[in-house]
């Protein structure tokens, strides 16, 4: 499991499960004020698709305020020029 601080010190983990069906999301992230906030992150994502939601949900994470429209348009930017530059995911 990978974890990280906010900008509010907030320390959160990232774990690989798919979030509750009834988010019907493929991933989540916790409010910072919960106590030991998780982000999950749906297992079976193609790598590309995993690349945007792990983007989104770290930015949720750093700037809870802002919609999801928003989170959404720069993720999908952010994911689509780091892949045409040939960032993959690796097993290292």
Not at 37 to 51: G, V
Not at 70 to 79: D, G, H, I, L, P
Request: glycine content about 2%; hydrophobic content about 35%; aromatic content about 10%.
């Amino acid at each position: 499991m990978a974890s990280f601080t906010n900008n509010d010190k907030v320390k959160y983990t990232i774990i690989k499960r798919r979030p509750h069906k009834i988010y019907d999301a493929d991933g989540l992230c916790d409010p910072p004020e919960y106590e030991n906030p998780k982000i999950h992150i749906a297992q079976d994502l193609p790598p590309k698709r995993e690349m945007a939601v792990v983007l989104e949900e770290i930015m949720h994470a750093f700037f809870w305020d802002i919609s999801e429209k928003e989170v959404r348009k720069f993720c999908s930017t952010a994911t689509r020029i780091l892949h045409k530059d040939g960032w993959r995911k690796t097993d290292s």
